[in-house]
């Protein structure tokens, strides 16, 4: 049984917690984590997910995300979660989601990573990934045209990639 923390609609932790898959009680928000790993070409590390994994099976996703459990700040959920899922220990304490993305239950973090990562050193989670690759924003909209890819909106794909080295909603000179 995994527990969430409950938070209000300005983001304020509340002193309630509820069980994941449980429904929503109203204004009732939980916190989600993605963080995405780039390299040096500009290539995203992308995971697919396993064929029995609920939700997007076999489909291919952004490097790594998943809901904060609780007791979890974001930074601590993101470390959780690329731990968790790919096996690579990455700091995040000092660092902000480069943005946040409401969805109807909650808000969800980004965190933008640019690092060398040699795929053969990370461990897999066997419930969750079955494979980690690079690819490149073309080669990801090409997955999403497909149905390969989850269906995150082209936009989303294209400002992550954008802002990746950057924190703000403005070109740096």
Known sequence: MELWDVYDIN???TDKTMVRGEPFEKDDYHLVVHICIFNSKGEMLIQQRQPFKEGWSNMWDIT????AVKGDT???????ELFEEIG????????RPHITINFEDGFDDFYLIEQEVDLRK????????Q???????EEIFSMIESGEFIPYYQSVIQLLFDIR?????????
């Open 11 to 13: 983001r304020n932790k």
């Open 64 to 67: 790594v995300g998943g809901s």
């Open 74 to 80: 974001s930074q601590s959920a993101a470390e959780r």
């Open 88 to 95: 690579l220990k990455v700091d995040l304490k000092n660092i």
């Open 122 to 129: 990370l461990s897999l989670q066997y419930e969750e990934v």
């Open 131 to 137: 494979k980690v690759k690079w690819a490149s924003k």
């Open 165 to 173: 080295k950057q924190y703000g909603s403005h070109q740096t000179r």
